[in-house]
């Protein structure tokens, strides 16, 4: 655990805040979802790319906090590979438990990491339809 202030972080959030992985635009995504919450004012956009129904590739920019930067990271971490089906599967507290937690504070950023992603699969889907 690391103290930040007054609020304790896992290593793990550290980590993907610090060095967090698949940032930046996908020039070849064929969904984006874009997620912000009124309550902080933190956006997040997520960036898809999937092929036969699996993500290939996936991205994020995220202006928000180190919660939010860490739960973008894992998020993308853990969809990469996935079937949309399995991706959907994926909650905020999922993303959570692989970031070793995140103070009570903080659940909330993580749900925008959930958010944006139901987003970027419900894009992907309203462009097939419009295919
Ligand atoms: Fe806004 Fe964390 S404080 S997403």
Request: net charge neutral; hydrophobic share 40%.
């Amino acid at each position: 655990m690391e103290n930040a202030g007054n609020v304790q972080y896992s290593e793990k959030v550290m980590q993907h805040f610090l060095n967090p992985h698949n940032v930046g635009e996908l020039p070849d995504a064929n969904g984006i979802g874009n997620v912000g919450n009124p309550v902080c004012g933190d956006i997040m956009r997520l960036y898809i790319k999937v092929e036969n129904g699996k993500i290939m590739d996936v991205s994020f920019k995220t202006f928000g906090c180190g919660a939010a930067i860490a739960t973008s990271s894992m998020v993308t971490d853990l969809v990469k590979g996935k079937t949309i089906e399995e991706a959907l599967q994926i909650s905020n507290r999922a993303v959570a438990e692989a970031l070793g937690g995140l103070p009570k504070v903080k659940m909330h950023c993580s749900v925008l990491a959930e958010e944006a992603l139901k987003a970027a699969i419900e894009d992907y889907k309203k462009k097939q339809q419009g295919a």
